[in-house]
């Protein structure tokens, strides 16, 4: 669960990292109309779309909740119905 833990944190801080292209301040080169920069965050937006559905998805409550053998009673039920979006019978 650990290493789990610090594979999201370091896919975070890359995601961080790349969120301002450095490397492209000053360069003035245009694909289809727009600025490479411009491009550069369309790509970067739809990377982080993808890299958030997948943490909400498969790792949503990492360092937050407890083991799974230790939750409260209806366990799984509960759990269901926190990840659909409220209380349903």
Not at 8 to 25: E, H, T
Not at 39 to 66: K, N
């Amino acid at each position: 669960m650990r290493s789990r833990r610090l594979v999201w944190i370091a896919v975070g801080i890359v995601l961080c990292g790349l969120a301002i292209p450095w490397f492209l301040w000053g360069d003035g080169t245009v694909v289809a109309g727009l600025p490479l920069w411009l491009w550069w965050h369309v790509g970067w937006m739809v990377l982080a779309s993808a890299v958030f559905w997948l943490f909400a998805t498969r790792a949503w409550g990492i360092g937050i909740e407890t083991d799974s053998t230790s939750a409260p009673t209806g366990g799984e039920t509960d759990r269901r119905s926190v990840r659909s979006g409220g209380d349903q019978p």
